[in-house]
């Protein structure tokens, strides 16, 4: 015998040495890996509040580029005006790598889906596909959102109907305050969403021709065929005229000869017939700007809707001298989850 041990012994010793040096090296590769992540989740972090300054900026920047324009041409009525571009009007660039979208909705092309009776709201969903039964029960069903009151319309429902739901919900009884509240009413999510929850095209088309909110007239430079027949009681042919016109010589929209209508003169000379009291302007009353900042595959999106005829109150701190051009009406960042996320 020649050593401490015997050699069954050293045997397990070396065992239990090997087994602690697997255990060590997964807690060093969990530790590792963790790190990581987390090292990860700080640069998304970083990322957000860069491109949030970003965005932000970008949105002062098309404000002051259309405060500009309505100073000059008194009024707005078209990205034909020059505003389209906000970074070429205004000579800014970007920093560097940073990558800057802007979109315009004009809300002033769209009806308020709030104030439709129940023979435009079946219109609106007869023109969006459906047949008329679900339309009909589309309308009533929102209707009741609507509404004060908790009496159920025949095809409608009212808390009574959504009490039979899993889910705890009820009609606001008030206007819609944003389109994808939609989501919450009955009928309204399979025909409207897919199984994630995500818009399907369907909800892309209304979208397109409703909004939230209260526009007096209808701006004949972006308004959506379904806002002209459903409140102006135009057809077709008249929205081909219009859209003849926007145009421009070359027939294309998008490009520098591109017209506006910018007095009552140019509609009436256009729309040969417009029918009596057809609320139809010619100015942009209500704007929604999205601008959009991307850059090393993250992205963040800043929207804002503002009311062009308002000027918001001077700032009391500028003794009243200071007042902003223009009155939000909502300036909302899009939600966290599809915000700053990696592309
Ligand atoms: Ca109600
Ligand atoms: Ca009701």
Redesign the pocket.
């Known amino acids: 015998m020649k050593g401490a041990f015997p050699r069954k012994r050293q045997g397990s010793i070396l065992l239990l040495v090997l087994v602690l040096i697997v255990v060590v090296s997964f807690a060093l590769t969990m530790f590792i890996e963790k790190a990581q992540v987390e090292i990860k989740g700080e640069g998304y972090y970083v990322k957000r509040a860069e491109l949030r300054k970003e965005a932000w900026s970008m949105m002062e920047v098309a404000v002051a580029v259309l405060a500009d324009v309505k100073a000059i041409d008194t009024a707005l009525y078209s990205p034909s005006q020059g505003w389209g571009d906000p970074l070429e009007y205004a000579n800014v660039s970007p920093r560097e790598g940073l990558d800057v979208r802007f979109e315009f909705i004009d809300e002033s092309g769209k009806v308020n889906i709030n104030t439709l009776d129940r023979d435009s709201l079946i219109l609106l969903f007869d023109e969006l596909g459906f047949d008329l039964e679900i339309s009909s029960r589309l309308s009533d069903v929102l209707?009741?959102w609507i509404?004060g009151?908790?009496?159920?319309?025949i095809e409608?429902a009212?808390s009574r109907e959504y009490s039979s739901l899993e889910l705890d919900v009820r009609p606001a009884n008030q206007e819609l305050k944003s389109l994808d509240e939609l989501r919450y009413l009955f009928g309204f999510q399979e025909l409207f969403f897919d199984e994630s929850g995500a818009p399907l095209p369907v909800f892309r088309q209304l979208e397109q021709a409703v909004s939230i909110y209260e526009v007096t007239s209808l701006n004949v430079n972006a308004a959506s065929s379904l806002a002209l027949r459903a409140i102006a009681d135009l057809d077709e042919f008249d929205k081909q005229a219009i859209d003849e016109f926007l145009k421009g010589f070359d027939g294309q929209l998008g490009t520098s000869d591109d017209n506006y209508f910018a007095t009552a003169d140019d509609v009436a000379a256009v729309l040969v017939d417009i029918p009596e009291g057809a609320p139809l302007g010619f100015q942009i009353s209500v704007l929604t700007i999205k601008v959009t900042v991307s850059e090393g595959g993250y992205q963040f999106t800043l929207i804002g809707t503002l009311s062009v005829d308002t000027e918001a109150p001077a700032l009391e701190q500028s003794g009243g001298n200071l007042s902003y051009p223009f009155l939000f009406l909502d300036l909302r960042e899009q939600p966290g989850s599809n915000n700053a996320r990696p592309l």
């Open positions: 209707l009741d509404d009151d908790d009496e159920t319309r409608g009212e």
